[in-house]
């Protein structure tokens, strides 16, 4: 099943109550045939030196739960 964009918003908004509580935010840029999903990170997340463990440990953590079939979540600039 592929994915579509409106799913993967619905599950990036779980992660955003948490990254705009800190000032930042998260942008969808693409979704791969393959499952990998690309993102932005804005704000305050933008060049934080936490953002590679935001980016695993909570926003590839929430879209995995949430659909399984994401095999990846990567940051774009």
């Known amino acids: 099943m592929a994915l579509n964009k409106s799913d993967v918003e619905k599950a990036l908004d779980n992660a955003r ?9 998260v942008e969808l840029v693409n979704i791969s045939d393959e499952g990998i999903v690309q993102v932005r990170l804005k ?12 980016l695993k440990s909570l ?11 994401i095999k990846e979540v990567q940051a774009v600039t």
């Open 17 to 25: 109550t948490v990254l705009r509580g800190d000032g930042g935010d």
């Open 43 to 54: 704000g305050a997340c933008h060049g934080c030196p936490m953002a590679s463990m935001t």
């Open 59 to 69: 926003i590839e953590r929430v879209l995995k739960k949430e659909l399984p079939e």
